[in-house]
């Protein structure tokens, strides 16, 4: 067990200099100087050679790729437009993206455990179709537009919610709907999966021959094993949440690390793009990496592997 | 055993293709799914004859009228016919996500079976490129990707692609070193077969099944892509038409012309919900497991 922690957690150095290398080239993909890119059109001579030495683009790459992950860790980069501190203008939105994410998060585990339990206690019925019709909806569902329709609802109709912005409890609810119900969609067809499968095996048939009332051995013996793969989904949705996020803080203007990247990549802010790329993308390596973890303390199986 | 060998020969006088085709014919979500994606095909291909008006045509006489027996999905802004627009719509999604999962597919069996024939340290340094690929959230690598290429068509079917091909990597790998070690592999070298011809006669076959079915629903995830990078602004350019960018426009008017967000989405639900139904009957189809019940 021990041995598997650590292997599973060296694995993270390598992917975390992968990535902020990846993240890092991006700057010198685009065709072209990036001082010239950077300064942006109409910019003069002088003006590209000072971005030059102020973002040390004159040095050699590997010393500029240490100063960038040197910057990462001091919260020394700056965004190229606003000037600030990249890091404190982060803080807040990434705050606002767990936020999204971990109430999204609720969403889809309750409505999806609920569902894919009622479609495996009564398959083949009614309830069952029309739950597996739903998962297969949500999963064809574009993040975005769901965003569109609940709001045409909610807020333009019915008038009970607010459109965008984020004051309140009552500000978060469409959002995390928009982001949590196409995920639900998924939690729920595994969880019928995973919970016909547990229905069908011996201990559960011997405990109903016991006599033990139907709902006691769905809900206490056959659900707690049943949700063991279940966990690692809701844990894999993480990097589901952190994609649509983008663009549900897009719909509702919700001030979050995904709305940040797409603004920047609109006033071609590459040090900003570059910073909240790696960011996402290492908090979805951390998450899945505890999902790994914590999937092999549930089951014992696992963790010669 | 004789039974199990008399059922062989009668699945040998079908074709694989009309086997698979007769078990999806049981399946009525593969069917719907089936009907779904040859409709968007043929839709696709002759969109523009189809459509009743000039989707790029304006005409602010006929600015934002609601849906009606001349404009069945309404008007837009600029007075374009909606119905027009998701019609042809239907061509830009096709083209860009149908070369997208080709390239995936190519260069995913590529990486694929060298990781798996040859193993060794060329193995795990392929696998550990793959986990680097595999650590972003899809649509952020292809925002990164569109943000450095621009906009374009050409620019979202490499920003496509590339989230895409890790996925055949892996299964393709799977199956490689599953089957490299069985005893026709091995009776196949003895001969003399050279790499090449072992690989791609005796190997890769087994692979087609899962790589099938993993593109038909990578078509999927593709067409909710090209519709989300259009609706952040990062899809095609203006005025062609896509779902994903008309969406965004519309979004404005989500009050006096609700008609303007309703259509183009349904028609990615659509669409996407085919690709989804026919790629779980396509497994249902294919899996092996059942292909003896």
Avoid at chain 1, 11 to 19: A, E, H, N, S, T
Avoid at chain 2, 13 to 18: A, D, E, I, M, V
Avoid at chain 2, 120 to 146: K, Q, S
Wanted: some cysteine.
């Amino acid at each position: 067990m021990k041995s598997f922690i650590i292997k599973r957690l060296l694995l993270l150095i390598p992917i975390f200099f992968g990535v902020s290398i990846i993240c890092f080239l991006l700057l010198y993909m685009i065709p072209g100087d990036p001082a010239k890119i950077i300064a942006g059109e109409g910019a003069t001579k002088e003006d590209i050679e000072s971005i030059r030495i102020t973002f040390g683009l004159d040095k050699p790459i590997y010393v500029q790729y240490f100063s960038f992950i040197k910057g990462i860790f001091t919260g020394e980069l700056r965004s190229i437009r606003s000037g600030e501190a990249i890091m404190k203008e982060i803080g807040p939105r990434y705050v606002g993206t767990i936020q999204l994410a971990l109430a999204s998060i609720i969403v889809s585990s309750t409505l999806g455990i609920l569902l894919g339990v009622l479609a495996a206690v009564y398959k083949n019925s009614w309830i069952d179709n029309l739950a597996m019709a739903f998962a297969l909806l949500g999963a064809s569902t574009p993040v975005f537009w769901l965003g569109l329709i609940l709001i045409l609802i909610f807020a333009v109709y019915l008038k009970v919610l607010p459109s965008g912005g984020r004051e309140g409890f009552k500000s978060i609810i469409l959002p995390a709907l928009t982001l949590g119900l196409p995920s639900s969609a998924i939690v729920a067809r595994l969880t019928r999966a995973s919970m016909l499968d547990t229905l069908s095996q011996d201990y559960v048939r011997t405990a109903y021959a016991y006599g033990i009332p139907k709902r006691k051995v769905i809900f206490t013996y056959a659900l707690k094993n049943a949700l063991i793969p279940v966990v690692t989904v809701i844990g894999l949705q993480f990097g589901f949440l952190l994609s649509g996020a983008v663009l549900t803080e897009s719909v509702f203007g919700w001030p979050g690390v995904g709305r940040y990247i797409v603004d920047a990549v609109f006033s071609r802010d590459y040090v900003v793009i570059e910073v909240g790329i790696l960011i996402t993308a290492m908090t979805f390596v951390l998450v899945n990496t505890a999902v790994d973890l914590l999937y092999a303390v549930l089951d014992p199986r696992l963790r010669k592997g | 055993m004789a039974s199990k060998e008399k059922k062989e020969k009668n699945l040998g006088r079908y074709s694989t293709f009309s086997v698979v085709l007769r078990r999806i014919r049981k399946n009525k979500g593969g069917v719907i799914g089936l009907f779904i994606v040859l409709f968007y095909i043929i839709v696709s291909i002759f969109g523009p004859m189809l459509s009743p008006y000039d989707p790029n045509e304006s005409n602010f006489d006929e600015s934002l009228i609601p849906p009606s027996k001349q404009h069945w999905f309404g008007t837009d802004l600029h007075g374009r016919d909606v119905l027009s627009r998701v019609i042809v719509g239907a061509r830009t999604s096709f083209t860009i996500s149908i070369s997208a999962v080709a390239i995936a597919v190519f260069i995913g069996i590529l990486l694929g079976s060298i990781s798996g024939y040859v193993g060794g340290w060329i193995d795990e340094l392929i696998m550990r490129f793959l986990d680097i690929f595999m650590a972003f959230p899809e649509i952020l690598l292809a925002i990164a990707i569109v943000a450095i290429l621009g906009p374009g068509k050409i620019n979202i079917v490499i920003a496509i692609a590339v989230f895409s091909f890790p996925s055949f990597a892996r299964i393709t790998r799977a199956t490689v070193m599953s089957v490299k070690n069985n005893e026709y592999v091995e009776a196949a070298k003895a001969i003399g077969e050279s790499s090449w011809s072992i690989l791609t006669r005796y190997i890769l076959p087994n692979a087609l099944s899962p790589v099938i079915v993993q593109a038909t629903l990578r078509m999927g995830t593709a067409i909710l892509t090209i519709s989300s990078l259009g609706f952040l602004g990062l899809g095609v350019k203006a005025p062609e038409a896509e779902w994903g960018t008309d969406l965004a426009l519309a979004r404005s008017y989500l009050e006096f012309a609700p008609w303007l967000s309703i259509f183009p989405g349904i028609a990615i639900v659509f669409v996407v919900l085919g690709f989804n139904f026919f790629g779980d009957a396509l497994n249902d189809a294919l899996n092996p497991r059942l292909k003896d019940r």
